[in-house]
């Protein structure tokens, strides 16, 4: 005779915006990411970034701030001045940002503000190369926001990551981008069973609530 099931704790992944317990992640808006000139052909990516995803973050991140809400950066960027601590995936693909460089930092448009906390990463998801996990358990949070840039990158192992240590992940889904709709698309599809998805707005709705 099989044993009962027991039952869920969580019926739904749709739960309260609790501030205390809530952070607001945004992962590579730093110069290295938009600086457009020296970096591949991207008109889609730039497109749907500056005239839409800053602006979004630009807002979550302001009602954040309003309600008490933890926001959080990640930014690629090296530990060593020669890269030599660099992942195996960041030195295959060229990824090398500078310790302290102009590269590394937070673009203007979403300077972070106080003492909110800028952590650099040398892997596409900021669990595997950071104490972010025990920073935000200190915090005691266990809802995580995730927003920024790309996708089908660091987005995507960041909630896949997340979920499997325990966290509650919201992915904002026009609060992210990457080189084409199509890949964002495909994207939030593959990874939706490890999050919730919002929009800014309807974020921005229970947030205020």
């Known amino acids: 005779m099989n044993a009962p099931r027991p039952r869920d704790i969580y019926t739904s992944r749709a739960r309260p915006i609790v501030p205390e317990r809530t952070g607001l992640l945004i ?16 008109p889609t990516f730039y497109r749907q970034a500056r005239e839409t995803v800053i602006p979004n973050l630009q807002r979550l991140a302001a009602a954040c701030r309003r309600y008490g809400i933890e926001v959080i950066y990640t930014v690629m960027e090296n530990f060593t001045q020669d890269g030599r601590d660099r992942s195996l995936d ?4 060229n990824f090398f940002i500078a310790r302290g460089s102009h590269d590394a930092r937070v673009i203007d448009e979403l300077a972070p503000a106080g003492d ?35 996708t089908d990158q660091c987005v995507d192992h960041t909630i ?28 939030l599809n593959a990874f939706r069973g490890y999050c919730r998805t919002e929009t800014t707005d309807s974020l921005l709705g229970q947030i205020g609530s």
């Open 27 to 42: 992962i590579d808006a730093q110069n290295w990411v938009m600086d457009e000139p020296s970096r591949q052909p991207r």
């Open 90 to 93: 960041y030195k295959l693909s």
């Open 116 to 150: 909110e906390m800028v952590i650099p990463k040398t892997s596409s998801s900021l669990f595997n190369s950071t104490n972010f996990e025990y920073l935000v358990r200190n915090i005691g949070l266990d809802t995580i926001i995730v927003t920024g840039f790309l």
């Open 160 to 187: 896949r990551d997340g979920a499997d240590r325990g966290f509650h992940m919201i992915c904002v889904s026009d609060g992210c981008a990457t080189d084409t709709q199509e890949r964002h698309v495909a994207a």
